[in-house]
């Protein structure tokens, strides 16, 4: 299964973007969820994760700016970026560290590190 994240685009310096990520219907358990991005020539790094209870971590890039949520009922997870600057332009990708999901023939199958396919934000200067 993949988790599927949308709502990057483009912004300008000082402006804000909202990203969601949804998980499919399949998944009827999941664990942490967070947001992670790659810039080019750089390593995916860790911006914000947030637990099945609420709790949640930042990265010091993204403290104050940037605010994870998320809908338990409906395997969500947003995140919303104000006050956007340049560096923070990357490939945006929604994780989740584990998650149980049902097969069409009712198999239960567990996985971990489940990752979106990415979307890209870009803000210009």
């Known amino acids: 299964v993949q988790l599927q994240a949308f709502g990057g685009g483009l912004a300008q310096f000082g402006g804000s973007l909202r990203l969601s990520c949804v998980a499919p219907r399949s998944i009827f358990m999941i664990g942490a969820m967070g947001w992670y991005r790659q810039a080019p020539g750089k390593q995916r790094e860790l911006v914000a994760t947030i637990t099945s209870g609420g709790s949640t971590t930042y990265a010091d890039s993204a403290k104050g700016r940037f605010t994870i949520s998320r809908d338990n009922a409906k395997n969500t997870v947003q995140l919303q970026m104000n006050n956007l600057k340049p560096e923070d332009t990357a490939v945006y990708y929604c994780?989740?560290?584990?998650?149980?999901?049902?097969?069409?023939?009712?198999?239960?199958?567990?996985?971990?590190?489940?990752w979106g396919q990415g979307t890209q934000v870009t803000v210009s200067s």
């Open positions: 994780n989740a560290d584990w998650a149980n999901w049902r097969l069409p023939d009712s198999t239960i199958v567990a996985g971990k590190d489940l």
